[in-house]
């Protein structure tokens, strides 16, 4: 597997296999596709579920799990599950580092490694680079996004988020695996 992981200073992807496949990405360990149940307890998941339909459609849910033991490399961890599974299946796991300095051109740079490393494995890939936009939710928040587009319809989104000094949310890199099924879903 491929193993997707934030170092202190940089991000770096060890690779086990060259198949162009997204589980063959883990993000501490997780991959698309694993249940949600071996790595969290089945109350927990539920918990996070009554508070994790933030989208319009009401077909996935988010749950957000914060500064677990082990977690290794990101501060937060974001899984997408569908809303009747009782298998809990992955179809998006993303991984959040967090700049407790503002540093957002340290987010930046992190950005950069982890796009060249994904496209050091992916070379079939297409990588759409949204630039700078404003966050559709707050025009004061600035977001930088890569998203690898892998033949099979899977994508690695990789974003970094720019809040103002005085936001209570501070800077942080993005990385998410998204399956074929969640990307379709978030976009049409």
């Not at 162009?20 to 927990?44: N, T």
């Amino acid at each position: 597997r491929i193993v997707i992981t934030l170092l202190i200073l940089i991000l770096s992807i060890h690779p086990c296999t060259k198949a162009e496949d997204i589980r063959d990405f883990q993000i501490e360990s997780i991959s698309v596709g694993d249940s949600a149940l071996d790595y969290f307890p089945k109350f927990e998941i539920e918990e996070k579920k009554r508070g994790g339909f933030i989208y319009e459609k009401k077909d996935f849910y988010s749950a957000t799990f914060y500064q677990k033991n082990f977690f290794e490399f990101y501060d937060n961890v974001q899984l997408h599950l569908k809303k009747d599974d009782k298998d809990y299946l992955i179809y998006s796991v993303g991984g959040q580092k967090i700049y407790k300095d503002h540093d957002i051109k340290k987010c930046h740079s992190d950005m950069e490694d982890a796009l060249k490393s994904i496209k050091s494995y992916f070379k079939t890939a297409n990588v759409k680079d949204s630039g700078i936009m404003d966050w559709q939710f707050d025009s004061k928040v600035k977001v930088k996004s890569y998203y690898v587009q892998l033949i099979s319809g899977d994508e690695v989104a990789i974003e970094c988020y720019d809040y103002p000094k005085d936001y209570k949310f501070i800077d942080d890199l993005n990385i998410a695996i998204d399956s074929k099924e969640f990307v379709e879903w978030l976009h049409y």
